[in-house]
C-alpha cells in the first residue's frame, strides 16, 4: 500500500533533499511539499471529504512564515476531530531549544521530535511502523 508524506517546511533546498531521501529508499510512497503551515492547512481542508487524499505522516517545521508548526497544530487540533485517518505527524526541526521539545512533548498528534537533517534510516524506521 502506498504511503502519503507530506514536508512542510519553508526552506526549499532543504524539501528537495528531503524529497530525494524518501524516494532513493524506492517504497511505495508519494510526497508532497508545502512552504508553510497555512499552505498544508488550506489544502487538507479542501481534501477534507476526500481523507484518502491527506498524508499518512507529516514532517513538520517549527519556525515558517505565515503559519508555524505550532499554529499548525493548533490548528491541526480542531481539524482532526473532523476526520477518521490517522496521520502520523513528527516535527521535524533544526532547532535543539529544550522549550521547543518539551512543547512537541505537549502535543499527543506529536509522534516524535527529529533534528534535521533527516536520515534515509530514520525514514525507513517510520514507514515500517506505519
Not at 514536508?7 to 530525494?20: A, Q, R, S, T
Not at 531521501?21 to 497555512?38: D, E, H, R
Not at 507529516?58 to 493548533?74: C, S, T
Request: charged letters at 25%; glycine letters at 2%.
Amino acid at each position: 500500500m502506498t504511503k502519503s508524506i507530506c514536508i512542510i517546511d519553508d526552506d526549499e533546498l532543504y524539501k528537495l533533499l528531503l524529497k530525494k531521501t524518501i524516494l532513493k529508499l524506492n517504497l511505495p510512497v508519494f510526497v508532497t511539499c508545502f512552504a508553510n503551515g497555512k499552505e498544508a492547512f488550506d489544502t487538507f481542508l479542501k481534501e477534507k471529504n476526500a481523507q484518502e487524499n491527506l498524508p499518512d505522516i507529516i514532517f513538520l517545521d517549527i519556525n515558517m512564515p505565515e503559519m508555524d508548526g505550532w499554529e499548525f497544530m493548533d490548528a491541526y487540533l480542531d481539524f482532526q476531530t473532523t476526520i477518521s485517518k490517522k496521520i502520523t505527524i513528527y516535527i521535524a526541526s533544526s532547532s535543539i531549544a529544550f522549550h521547543d521539545i518539551e512543547k512537541a512533548k505537549k502535543y499527543t498528534e506529536i509522534s516524535g521530535y527529529i533534528v534535521k537533517p533527516i536520515h534515509s534510516d530514520t525514514i525507513n524506521k517510520i514507514l515500517q511502523i506505519l
